[in-house]
């Protein structure tokens, strides 16, 4: 028989431990710390999606919002008739012609 001098489970379990490294219990909560971080970056990339899209939405308000301001002030320099046919030409090339054009 081996000569070895009686140690309990309990003492030889942490020695083990110390030597191997974390314990179960400290790997689960390595894992759930894991799962629980990629879920906020998961959020978090989506958050920054949605934002890039409000981003977006924002600068194609502004584009119209400039358009607008430009044609408002050509048509400030015009006299009421050619701001009549100015209006005409516009209502002609957003509205008849593109309905127009699906008709064909």
Same mark, same amino acid.
Do not use: C, F
């Given at each position: #028989?081996?000569? *070895?001098?009686? $140690?309990?489970d309990e003492s030889e379990l942490d020695r083990? +431990?110390?030597? $191997?490294? #974390?314990?179960?219990? &400290?790997?689960?909560?390595?894992? &759930? /710390?894991? /799962?629980?971080? =990629?879920? $906020?970056?998961?959020? &978090?990339? &989506?958050?920054? !999606?949605?934002?890039? !899209?409000?981003i977006v939405e924002l600068n194609t308000q502004?584009?119209?919002a400039r358009q607008d301001q430009d044609v408002? =002030?050509?048509?400030?320099? *015009?006299?009421?008739?050619? +701001?009549?046919? /100015?209006?005409? =030409?516009?209502?002609?090339?957003?509205?008849?012609? #593109?309905?127009?054009?699906?008709? =064909?």
């Open positions: #028989p081996p000569n *070895m001098s009686p $140690v309990s083990l +431990r110390n030597l $191997v490294g #974390p314990s179960e219990t &400290a790997y689960t909560e390595l894992l &759930a /710390d894991r /799962d629980e971080a =990629q879920r $906020v970056a998961r959020n &978090a990339s &989506a958050e920054v !999606g949605e934002l890039r !899209g409000h502004v584009s119209r408002l =002030q050509r048509r400030i320099k *015009m006299t009421a008739t050619e +701001r009549l046919l /100015d209006r005409a =030409q516009q209502r002609w090339t957003l509205s008849v012609a #593109p309905r127009l054009k699906r008709e =064909q």
